[in-house]
């Protein structure tokens, strides 16, 4: 099976879309992570939801998780307030993580390799330079897994 066959429609974000639109679609979807787009439209980065959830957490609790105790409700409850009017862009750590691109040819086992060398929940399926879809993860494990 090709990369094509496994693609699916997935949302696309651009660098300066709004930081809190991107975690509402990812909360609403239940999206692993996004792939994100550069000025020209053209895929340029993965958001994984992982970044976003950091991005909520304070360093400080971050380095130390047992502080994460003390903090109050009300403060979880104001963590998306943290989005603000951030962007995107704002969320991706200085240098950004490698997009996991593959070709609308590659085999099953060349998009697993992929994802699994960049650690990455999703891949963008490309084809001339365009994005025709992406493979999330458990997409992959879906069709290894099935029966044949």
């Known amino acids: 099976m090709h990369a094509d066959h496994m693609a699916e429609e997935f949302p696309v974000i651009g660098l300066d879309t709004l930081a809190l639109e991107a975690a509402q679609l990812m909360a609403g979807h239940r999206l692993p992570g996004l792939v994100v787009t550069d000025t020209d439209?053209?895929?340029?980065?993965?958001l994984p939801a992982s970044e976003v959830v950091k991005f909520l957490v304070p360093g400080y609790v971050q380095e130390d998780p047992s502080l994460a105790a003390v903090l109050s409700?009300?403060?979880?409850?104001?963590?998306?307030?943290?989005l603000g009017d951030k962007t995107v862009r704002h969320l991706l750590p200085a240098t950004?993580?490698?997009?996991?691109?593959v070709n609308h040819d590659d085999t099953i086992i060349e998009v697993a390799?992929?994802?699994?060398?960049?650690?990455?929940?999703?891949a963008a399926v490309m084809r001339d330079g365009t994005l025709v879809g992406v493979i999330t993860a458990s997409r992959l494990l879906e069709l290894v897994l099935a029966p044949h």
Do not use: N, Q
């Open 73 to 82: 409700e009300s403060m979880a409850d104001r963590a998306a307030d943290k």
């Open 113 to 122: 390799a992929i994802m699994a060398r960049l650690r990455c929940p999703l």
């Open 41 to 46: 439209g053209k895929p340029h980065t993965v």
């Open 96 to 101: 950004p993580p490698e997009l996991a691109a």
